[in-house]
């Protein structure tokens, strides 16, 4: 089984749509992280977490909020979902400074 | 503020030929290295990672070495196979305390038999 897992992997929406995507992990690591990926930008941080009470912006937090459930859980939410956050979303998650582990992606689009 | 530039791609190279993917950076302090790589369909994996000047990382063959003086740490390996074709991110981390990572834009490799 996957260490790093998001849901779900693909995702069509309308302009306008609440959307939630999901991110589990098994590995027992604290920090926990979301990145959008859009071709020939690379991927930029949307949100960080250290533990449950812990939550940070990144930096291009406007328009998402995440909520940390628990240890294990790290709920990345558009609020009102608009074309220009069609985008491959990575959950990324670390128990050290050095290395973080990235789920498979969610493709999510906006019509 | 921080910054990764990476060499434009796509890179398309025959089996068994020299690698290079350069990477510059800017940054404030002393920053860590990485190169993640990721293939079809899936994240991205750590490939090496380098923590201060001079140090060089290594992996799977794939080499590269932190210069502060060039501000520079670009991937290279010598023989490249099918296997590697994929897309390769360089990124720094401007401080260990958040863990934050920078990306590049990736550069897309295409190795063909």
């Known amino acids: 089984d996957a260490d790093v897992t998001q849901t779900p992997r693909n995702r069509i929406t309308k302009t306008g749509k609440r959307i939630m995507l999901e991110c589990s992990q098994t590995?027992?690591?604290?920090?926990m992280y979301w990145y959008r990926q859009d071709p020939g930008l690379g991927l930029q941080l949307i949100y960080y977490s250290f533990d449950v009470k812990d939550i940070n912006k990144g930096e291009i937090s406007d328009g998402y909020s995440v909520s940390r459930q628990a240890q294990a859980k790290f709920s990345l939410s558009l609020e009102s979902a608009i074309p220009n956050q069609t985008a491959l979303y990575f959950c990324?998650?670390?128990?050290?400074?050095?290395?973080?582990?990235f789920g498979p992606g969610t493709r999510l689009t906006v019509l | 503020g921080n910054s990764v530039t990476q060499m434009e791609g796509p890179v398309t190279l025959s089996e068994e030929a020299f690698l290079t993917i350069n990477c510059t950076y800017t940054a404030t302090g002393y920053p860590s290295l990485f190169w993640y790589v990721q293939y079809p369909g899936e994240g991205l994996q750590l490939l090496l990672k380098a923590t201060k000047a001079d140090d060089k990382g290594s992996n799977k063959g794939f080499e590269a070495t932190y210069r502060k003086e060039t501000t520079s740490f670009h991937l290279e390996k010598g023989s490249v196979q099918v296997s590697d074709s994929a897309v390769y991110f360089c990124a720094l981390q401007p401080s260990s305390n958040t863990g934050k990572l920078i990306f590049g834009q990736g550069t897309t490799l295409q190795v063909k038999p």
């Open positions: 590995k027992g690591h604290d920090r």
């Open positions: 990324a998650t670390s128990d050290s400074p050095f290395e973080q582990f």
